[in-house]
T-cell receptor
Framework: AQTVTQSQPEMSVQEAETVTLSCTYD???????LFWYKQPPSRQMILVIR??????QNATENRFSVNFQKAAKSFSLKISDSQLGDTAMYFC???????????FGKGITLSVRP | SAVISQKPSRDICQRGTSLTIQCQVD?????MFWYRQQPGQSLTLIAT?????????ESGFVIDKFPISRPNLTFSTLTVSNMSPEDSSIYLC?????????FGQGTRLTVV
C-alpha cells in the first residue's frame, strides 16, 4: 500500500514571496504519478501540477514547480510570486499507474499575507 | 478534461435518515470514485463505482452503509444510510481521465 506524508500542517507566506510545501511518499511501485491539488474554501479540488515518475525532468506550470526526487521519494511544491488567491489547502497525492485511485496526504493550509 | 456536476451541494439531515448524492459527468468514463473528507482532514476513498458491476469498497467502508449505483457511464449515486453525526463530512465524486482525476464540487453533509 502507498502512503503520502505531509508533515507541515500549515504555512504562511508574504505576498510575492516564494514558498515550498513538502511531501514524501512510500511505495514499492515503479510506475506512478504524483499530484498537487489545491482546495480553496469553495471545496473544489483543483489540479495544480502533475509529475510522471518515469520523467526525470521536474514539472512546471507557470508559478508552480516541483522538486521530484524519486530515490528519496520526495515531491515538494514551490510556489513563486505568491498571490492572495493561492490561499488554500494543498494536498499531495499518489496514483498508481493505470489504477486511477488517489492516495492523499493530510494536506497543508497555506495562507498568503498581503 | 471532464466536467462533473454533483448535487446537492450541501444538506443538513436528521440522524437515522439517508441521503443520496448524485454525480453527473459530461462524458463517458469507465471508473468513478467516491471520497469522504471529514472536517479538517484529508480525502479518503470510499469506493470505486463500476458500470455494470458491484462497486468495490475500500477497507472500513461497507455496502450497507454506503450503497452505490452506477446505471451508465456518465452517472453515479452514493447513499449515506442510517446517518449519525460521525457521517458529517464532505463527500466528493471523482472521475479518472488517465493520468488525471477530476472532482465534483463536493457535498457538505451535516448530520444533527
Amino acid at each position: 500500500a502507498q502512503t503520502v506524508t505531509q508533515s507541515q500542517p500549515e504555512m504562511s507566506v508574504q505576498e510575492a514571496e516564494t514558498v515550498t510545501l513538502s511531501c514524501t511518499y512510500d511505495t514499492s511501485e515503479n510506475n506512478y504519478y504524483l499530484f498537487w491539488y489545491k482546495q480553496p474554501p469553495s471545496r473544489q479540488m483543483i489540479l495544480v501540477i502533475r509529475q510522471e515518475a518515469y520523467k526525470q525532468q521536474n514539472a512546471t506550470e507557470n508559478r508552480f514547480s516541483v522538486n521530484f526526487q524519486k530515490a528519496a521519494k520526495s515531491f515538494s511544491l514551490k510556489i513563486s510570486d505568491s498571490q492572495l488567491g493561492d490561499t488554500a489547502m494543498y494536498f499531495c497525492a499518489f496514483m498508481k499507474w493505470a489504477n486511477s485511485k488517489l492516495t492523499f496526504g493530510k494536506g497543508i493550509t497555506l495562507s498568503v499575507r498581503p | 478534461s471532464a466536467v462533473i456536476s454533483q448535487k446537492p451541494s450541501r444538506d443538513i439531515c436528521q440522524r437515522g435518515t439517508s441521503l443520496t448524492i448524485q454525480c453527473q459527468v459530461d462524458s463517458q468514463v469507465t471508473m468513478m470514485f467516491w471520497y469522504r473528507q471529514q472536517p479538517g482532514q484529508s480525502l479518503t476513498l470510499i469506493a470505486t463505482a463500476n458500470q455494470g458491476s458491484e462497486a468495490t469498497y475500500e477497507s472500513g467502508f461497507v455496502i450497507d452503509k454506503f450503497p452505490i449505483s452506477r446505471p451508465n457511464l456518465t452517472f453515479s449515486t452514493l447513499t449515506v444510510s442510517n446517518m449519525s453525526p460521525e457521517d458529517s463530512s464532505i463527500y466528493l465524486c471523482s472521475v479518472a481521465a488517465d493520468p488525471e482525476a477530476f472532482f465534483g464540487q463536493g457535498t457538505r453533509l451535516t448530520v444533527v
